[in-house]
């Protein structure tokens, strides 16, 4: 069966003009000149082969083909209308979908999150995690959370805090070698831990502290995530770098200690990221706020 669809905007055009019964009202509706919307009209006459409005000194009003038309097609913009208004409800007030990595959400995300739910409890937030740099258009995620120096292509980004290395150890490891207290540096005979994703944090820390040498010979252990190396740390393996503004409860608590007390800020940080062109809905706009007040005071999120 054929579909004798018209020309969607001549329609569109119509369908205003048909409501107002009035040129001018309806290209102040539909933000267009008066002309535009009169041949707008008449590309639809010509499609459909009949005239569907007569113009008169006070407005116009609609023939007989064009009353039954516009009696067809005003509930069929109104039910789009509707269709559409509630697409767009639940993408503004139901979930939030946040795309960040493991590390982050583990050691920083999670804890902080209860405060963002005490204080939205109708936003629920689904949290992804990944490596590779975000796509928008690609993942299907509200916002992000990424690592780097804040100028990803299509997107604004907030930064939540610089980078911060310096190496951390339980204070069992510390025990062990005693003549770190007078020297930390014996410390880097190793083991000396190493997160894959952050391979190069410990020459860049060792470089800053102009340690090279020192630990040139120190046994490596590589672990697949941030998290797993920390833990190891905790556990007394070795010594590994820590991203402070992420062990702080770890820190706070006595798990980790820093031995050396010589930390390197970095250019590089973590971004609340979001695309440039995106709707401002309630929820990202919500979230948004939440974060940036987190990271400054968590005491002033709570309910």
């Not at 209860?114 to 975000?134: K, S, W």
């Not at 630990?215 to 833990?231: C, D, G, I, N, P």
Request: contains cysteine; aromatic residues 8%; neutral net charge.
């Amino acid at each position: 069966m054929v579909r004798h669809l018209p020309p969607l905007n001549p329609l569109r055009v119509f369908e205003a003009v048909a409501r107002h019964k009035n040129l001018t009202l309806a290209a102040k509706e539909l933000h267009v000149t008066q002309s535009a919307v009169s041949r707008q009209i008449a590309t639809l006459e010509t499609y459909v082969g009949t005239p569907l409005i007569m113009r008169e000194s006070r407005g116009v009003t609609l023939t007989r083909a064009g009353q039954r038309y516009a009696e067809e097609i005003i509930p069929a913009f109104d039910k789009l209308a509707e269709a559409t208004g509630k697409v767009m409800e639940k993408n503004v007030q139901s979930v939030l979908r946040v795309r960040t990595y493991t590390t982050f959400t583990a050691k920083w995300l999670i804890p902080h999150l209860m405060h963002f739910r005490q204080r939205y409890p109708d936003i629920e937030v689904l949290i992804t995690n990944a490596v590779p740099t975000v796509d928008f258009d690609r993942d299907g995620v509200d916002i992000a959370i990424q690592y780097g120096e804040g100028d990803w292509p299509g997107t604004q980004s907030d930064l939540l805090f610089r980078d911060e290395l310096e190496p951390v150890c339980s204070p069992q490891f510390l025990a062990a070698h005693p003549e770190s207290q007078h020297d930390p540096a014996a410390l880097l005979k190793g083991p000396l831990l190493c997160s894959h994703y952050r391979r190069s944090d410990w020459d860049d820390w060792l470089s800053f502290a102009d340690l090279e040498t020192v630990a040139k010979k120190a046994e490596r252990m590589s672990f697949s995530t941030s998290v797993l190396t920390w833990q190891a740390a905790m556990d007394g393996l070795g010594l590994a770098v820590g991203q402070i503004p992420l062990l702080k409860s770890e820190l706070e608590s006595g798990l980790l200690v820093r031995p050396f007390a010589r930390p390197q800020y970095r250019d590089r940080g973590h971004y609340l990221v979001r695309p440039s062109l995106q709707r401002h809905s309630r929820k990202v706009t919500a979230f948004r706020n939440w974060i940036l007040q987190e990271v400054r005071d968590p005491e002033e999120n709570l309910v």
